[in-house]
């Protein structure tokens, strides 16, 4: 698949079939991980990947109420949480580069990113979910030290295909030189 299509026919999967997910493929998603990019290549991310459906459910009991992916996460044939090493994207020298300080959200995003694409390119779905008890989560797949989750990424085969939500004219969000100068074109 091209990465524009790719890029453009991606959904957020909420329901999954029963099919299990290879090794293989699983390995494929952890190397799209792998290659994801970072700040000084610091490679922040760690990854707990969960398959026991009695732990799905104790991480389904962890989201927000009502958050629309609990059931996904315990139906999906595995759950993939995201972790940030906090200290060391945007650091040099132990100390902040930049004003947002600690840049490992970010490195975490885009290696989200990469794990969803690379899946969607496979055939499978993902949703990310980031509105949970990030503390329980923790205690409950033992993160600690200076590692805490980030999101949480049920991964299967897709029950139904989804259509795309509207998005924005690109006109309402690009500004040109300065920011209030709106771009004119779509």
């Not at 290879?22 to 991980?33: G, R, Y």
């Not at 290659?35 to 000084?40: H, K, L, V």
């Amino acid at each position: 698949m091209e990465t524009r299509e790719c890029i453009k026919s991606r959904r957020s999967v909420r329901n999954f079939t029963g099919q299990e997910i290879p090794e293989e493929t699983l390995s494929e998603l952890l190397e799209a991980v792998r290659w994801s990019p970072s700040w000084a290549n610091s490679q922040c991310w760690e990854l707990v990947v969960v398959k026991d459906r009695a732990t799905k459910e104790k991480l389904a009991e962890l989201l927000a109420e009502r958050n629309p992916a609990t059931k996904a996460v315990v139906q999906a044939p595995l759950v993939v949480v995201f972790c940030g090493k906090k200290g060391l994207a945007g650091y040099k020298k132990g100390m902040p580069m930049t004003q947002k300080g600690d840049w490992y959200m970010f490195d975490v995003g885009l290696a989200c990113q990469n794990f969803c694409l690379a899946a969607h390119d496979l055939g499978l779905g993902t949703v990310q979910v980031g509105n949970f008890d990030h503390q329980g989560v923790d205690k409950l797949l033992n993160i600690t030290g200076d590692v805490e989750s980030v999101a949480i990424i049920p991964v299967g085969y897709p029950a139904k295909d989804s259509q795309a939500p509207p998005r924005k004219e690109i006109r309402d969000f690009v500004y040109l030189e300065s920011y209030g100068n709106k771009m004119t074109r779509d």
